[in-house]
């Protein structure tokens, strides 16, 4: 049976205050939080692989990705995993989002789309885990076939493992500290056209799976990445930027991003990580070829050169028109 055509497409992008309306520890590290409008309405509707933005009180705005159920119109639910070397984001969730707090929420938005497809590989890696779970939950409902590996440190830091134990052997656990690594070239050994494959989780398993796909059909692989692994270079150079909606042009020197050059211009541009990671700044190019250096745009995206992640992409050809 052929899966969900699921697409990635959203309603019109929410910003406004929600309330913690459970609380709940799914592991080490880790709660779940479920978020409701204060007033009873219902939240925007979303689709797998979708996400949202924390816009904290402390002056950061973090992304989590929404894992509950898409049926459910009046309840978000995101996966938090507490990362005392962070900058702080976490920790001030897991110290203050009790039930009853309320936060600033914008989104959804949706870079990591579910495709239809008559089988599925999901490999997760910790926290990566939460993306996948209404992708899961939306292929089982569609009886496509699919098998989901997931691995962590150890069992107890992985997450939400009691809503797993309902697909069975579905599920292979993988907790490093038992059973080693994922097998990745086991799990991806044989190339097939009629598979999509979805991975979410650390920079080393996602490069890994990455290397293991490299003989897949083009398309295949889909993936969310939580860091930049193309960190802006250190060699940038001048870049003149128009933004035509805006009647401005902008010479944007090499210690500056776009982003910034533009803000400073007094030109309002919704951002958040600031880092290439989340796709909030995601701006139409009008002319000019873009240098992306993104996690966010597909290859086939990027070769487009319709739009670009102003916060760290810059141009290879010394100047870009925007539509700003």
């Not at 052929?2 to 929410?14: I, K, N, R, V, W």
């Not at 979708?50 to 049926?71: F, K, M």
């Not at 707090?101 to 497809?117: I, K």
């Not at 097998?183 to 080393?204: K, N, Q």
């Amino acid at each position: 049976m052929a899966g969900p055509s699921t697409g990635g497409g959203t309603s019109a992008e929410f910003e406004g205050e929600v309330e913690v309306l459970t609380r709940r520890t799914e592991s080490a590290g880790v709660i779940s939080l479920e978020l409701t409008r204060p007033s009873g309405e219902p939240l925007p509707s979303w689709a797998p692989g979708a996400h949202v933005d924390l816009v904290l009180p402390n002056g950061l705005t973090r992304q989590y990705s929404l894992c509950g159920r898409v049926e459910d119109a009046k309840t978000w639910r995101i996966g938090v995993l507490r990362e005392p070397e962070g900058r702080g984001g976490s920790e001030w969730v897991h110290d203050h989002a009790h039930e009853g707090a309320r936060v600033t929420v914008r989104g959804p938005r949706n870079h990591f789309p579910l495709l239809g497809s008559p089988r599925y590989l999901f490999i997760g890696g910790g926290i990566g885990i939460t993306p996948l779970l209404p992708m899961i939950a939306r292929v089982h409902a569609a009886g496509a076939d699919w098998r989901l590996f997931y691995g962590g440190r150890v069992r107890g830091s992985m997450a939400f493992l009691d809503e797993l134990e309902d697909y069975g052997d579905r599920v292979t656990l993988q907790p490093q500290d038992e059973l080693g690594m994922l097998d990745l070239a086991g799990i991806l050994g044989e190339p097939d056209e009629e598979t999509l494959v979805y991975c979410c989780g650390p920079t080393g398993l996602i490069d890994a799976v990455e290397r293991q796909c490299e003989s897949w059909p083009k398309g295949s692989l889909h993936v969310e990445r939580f860091t930049n692994a193309l960190a802006p270079a250190e060699d940038n150079t001048e870049v003149e930027v128009e933004l035509r909606a805006s009647g401005i042009t902008l010479t944007v020197p090499p210690e500056l991003s776009i982003l910034e050059a533009v803000e400073n211009a007094g030109v309002n541009v919704l951002k958040s990580c600031a880092e290439g990671t989340c796709g909030t700044c995601e701006t139409s190019v009008l002319e000019g070829e873009v240098d992306h250096r993104d996690a966010v745009l597909t290859d086939d995206e990027k070769a487009e050169n319709d739009t670009m992640m102003i916060c760290v992409s810059r141009a290879r050809c010394g100047r870009l028109v925007l539509d700003l």
